[in-house]
């Protein structure tokens, strides 16, 4: 098993590198949080074509799969860059399970439209209950129900906060439950009876959130499966899991950097033991999240019943991992890392929000745990 990038993917890589260097994203996020405006990279993500990773050819997509999906989105994550692919991509691969015309897909496509992922959680082998993100507390909610009515159409009512990129977007794809079995269906955000509320004073302002609230809502019943929804759950998980992969390699990039020009003493202070004990520990989390998002990537196409332990491991992993390296980055560069004049905040701020959305790191631990215990092999006596 080759887990090499191919030339396509390093290209790829290389190319949302080069068109996220053009905007300076990190002082954005340091003036958003100041009452400023955030840059619209949109525009950026339907250049490149980022918006159609996950459509195939056929309606205007790349064709392409989740390890394409999370190189451009650790990108993003490296400059703490506010593209809306956290909504959209997981949107995307559930609207290419059919349902939507074919119009309109080649739209979301294209870029012309933004999806927005609405997300249910899974139920798992302790709930088989599918659940919802709360406003407040740490009990889930009940997903929003679906009554199935003529014409492949259906109502929704519900509440599901906390929704990444659901302000602005065109398509809400909102994942409730039918009789406890879950059902996609694609609403517009005017329509009579849906409600999208923007998170006001979110902790990290590069990450848009909103409330979105459903009171008989009419929108399309998609064909996307049970199947097909659990793994656009873990499809996020996995890409939060790559934002986080890379901001913690540009944690440890300026980390780096700054140990070995600061001195103390007359020497660097990358030559003391403690920085460099430091550094190596996130060096070592950074590429133990790689390994399991690459494994992840290559589990969603071509062992999809092991993709749900292996983005579960990666976004654990990931938000450990961030969490860390953004505590050391403040750490090295002592008193004025932990100032308002350092960007170092900025990767503390972001990892304290990832880390918490979708059910959160320790939900992906639970879940991990569960699938492994669920396959293992009873000892005989």
Request: proline letters at 5%; hydrophobic letters at 45%; a negative charge.
């Amino acid at each position: 098993m080759n887990f090499d990038l191919s030339d396509e993917q390093v290209l790829l890589r290389e190319a949302a590198r080069d068109a996220l260097s053009r905007v300076r994203t990190v002082e954005a996020a340091r003036a958003a949080l100041e009452g400023g405006e955030l840059p619209d990279l949109w525009p950026t993500a339907t250049q490149a074509g980022w918006t159609g990773l996950l459509v195939d050819d056929a309606h205007g997509g790349a064709g392409l799969g989740a390890i394409d999906a999370m190189l451009v989105t650790a990108e993003a994550g490296r400059v703490l860059a506010s593209v809306p692919l956290l909504g959209h991509l997981p949107a995307t691969a559930i609207l290419a399970a059919g349902g939507l015309d074919d119009a309109t897909l080649g739209k979301l496509a294209s870029g012309e439209l933004r999806a927005a992922y609405v997300p249910a959680r899974p139920g798992d082998d302790l709930s088989p209950a599918w659940t919802a993100e709360p406003r407040s507390g740490r009990r889930r909610a009940p997903a929003p129900q679906v009554a199935r009515g003529d014409e492949g159409l259906a109502t929704v009512d519900g509440t599901v906060s906390w929704v990444p990129d659901a302000v602005g977007a065109d398509v809400l794809v909102v994942v409730g439950v039918e009789g406890g079995a879950p059902v996609a269906v694609a609403l517009g955000p005017d329509a009579e009876g849906v409600s999208v509320e923007a998170a006001a004073g979110v902790y990290d302002a590069t990450r848009p959130l909103g409330h979105v609230t459903l009171e008989n809502a009419c929108g399309r019943v998609l064909a996307a499966g049970e199947d097909a929804l659990r793994r656009a759950w873990h499809l996020a998980h996995a890409l939060i899991a790559a934002e986080s992969l890379g901001a913690v390699e540009e944690c440890l990039q300026r980390s780096v950097a700054y140990a070995k020009e600061r001195y103390t003493f007359g020497r660097p202070i990358g030559s003391y033991q403690a920085i460099k004990h430091a550094l190596t520990e996130v060096l070592r989390r950074q590429e133990n999240t790689r390994s399991l998002l690459y494994y992840a990537g290559w589990a969603y196409d071509s062992q999809p019943s092991e993709f749900a332990a292996a983005a579960s491991a990666a976004r654990a992993a990931g938000g450990a991992a961030l969490d860390f390296a953004a505590r050391e980055l403040i750490s090295v560069h002592g008193g004025i890392g932990a100032t308002w004049e350092h960007d170092a905040p900025l990767f503390f701020r972001r990892a304290q929000l990832s880390r918490r959305l979708l059910g959160g790191t320790g939900d992906a631990v639970d879940r991990l745990a569960g699938e492994l215990l669920g396959g293992a092999t009873p000892i005989a006596a």
